[in-house]
């Protein structure tokens, strides 16, 4: 009997031991790179956990098929996203406006896209799982832009409603 | 290895034979489904892991590399029924180890979500409905291990093949 359940620990350990090798050679020869097996870096040395902004203003949100049966120089969209997924693709005529929790837009940076958007309506699309679009937007009511909107779905969705 | 097929023909064999079954499918259903994006994605695996604040972070790496392939490993085995004993016992550490990080981390009061699945949709925040579910996982692992994988399993293919072969090799000497 302790014969019989050592033989199945010992099989178990090489089980293991099979799959961990087969994990780590796996890694090695991974086509998008592997992982270090140690990290680089500590996972929380470069975070910084912030609570979510707190939404003062609400502004109105808008569905993409809203949006598109607007003529193009009515609106003004900005896009929250990254400057890298915005690079990626976006939305022709949009403007790239980075959304960061931490730092909320300035006077001075609202006032340029109030320039730029003349008396056209301000159109914000952004990280639907962040919700950058819509934390954007309110900042922007905050700051004084009086027609804001956000794309319900995010610059993802505006970019499915335009296929 | 064919300890569920004891009762061979008997109600309560076929019942003890067909709960096995069950439980070999839905162990592999939920390691092999779980191991997926864990294998396509180690980094969102190891931020995962990290979330836990259990392991020092020189350890999380590793462990995002190895585990999900052990459940791919264990998840293939325990559904063919092949070293069934063996790989529902590896899937049973497994589940030990996931309910001990729930069980720290919901005494820590840390709101993470599990980091068991691959989409949005599966992923459930840690509690007592995961830990009820894991310790369901345990028993079914549990069982297999006291009683192996039952008639409809690789493991008793082998035996019973290897068992004719004893006979007739008797039968020969004879």
Not at chain 2, 124 to 145: Q, S, T, Y
Request: aromatic content about 8%; some cysteine.
């Amino acid at each position: 009997m302790l014969s019989r359940i050592l033989g199945v620990l010992g099989r178990t350990a090489l089980l293991a031991a099979l799959c961990a090798g087969a994990g780590i050679g796996y890694n090695a020869i991974r086509p998008a790179g592997g992982l270090p097996l140690v990290a680089q870096a500590g996972f929380y040395d470069n975070k910084v956990f912030v609570p979510c902004p707190e939404v003062l203003s609400e502004p109105e949100p808008l569905a993409p098929a809203r949006i598109l049966a607007w003529s193009a120089d009515s609106i003004l969209v900005v896009d929250a996203r990254s400057a890298e997924e915005y690079a990626a693709g976006h939305h022709a005529g949009a403007v790239s406006f980075p959304y960061s929790a931490l730092f909320a837009p300035g006077e001075e940076e609202i006032r340029d896209l109030s320039a730029r958007a003349q008396k056209r309506a301000i159109v914000v699309c952004g990280d639907e799982d962040i919700g950058s679009g819509r934390l954007l937007a309110a900042e922007l009511v905050e700051g004084g832009l009086p027609t804001v909107y956000y794309v319900e779905g995010g610059c993802l969705a505006l970019a499915r409603e335009r296929k | 290895m064919t300890g569920a097929g004891s009762g061979r023909g008997s109600v309560r064999g076929w019942i003890a034979d067909g709960a096995t079954l069950a439980a070999r499918i839905a162990l592999s259903a939920t390691f092999l489904y779980a191991c997926w994006f864990k294998i396509a994605d180690p980094y969102e695996f190891a931020i995962n892991i990290a979330t836990y604040q259990i392991l020092p972070d020189s350890l999380v790496n590793v462990l995002a590399l190895t585990l999900p392939w052990l459940e791919l490993g264990a998840g293939l085995l325990v559904l063919a029924g092949a070293l069934s004993r063996e790989s529902a016992l590896a899937i049973a550490g497994m589940l030990i180890m996931f309910l001990a990080a729930i069980l720290i981390a919901m005494s820590k009061d840390l709101s993470i979500s599990c980091g068991c699945f691959a989409s949005e949709a599966a992923q459930a925040d840690i509690g007592w409905p995961k830990v009820i579910e894991d310790a369901a996982m345990l028993a079914g692992a549990a069982w297999i291990v006291a009683l192996g994988g039952g008639r409809m399993s690789v493991d008793a293919l082998v035996a019973r093949r290897r068992s004719r072969r004893q006979a007739d090799g008797i039968e020969q000497a004879r």
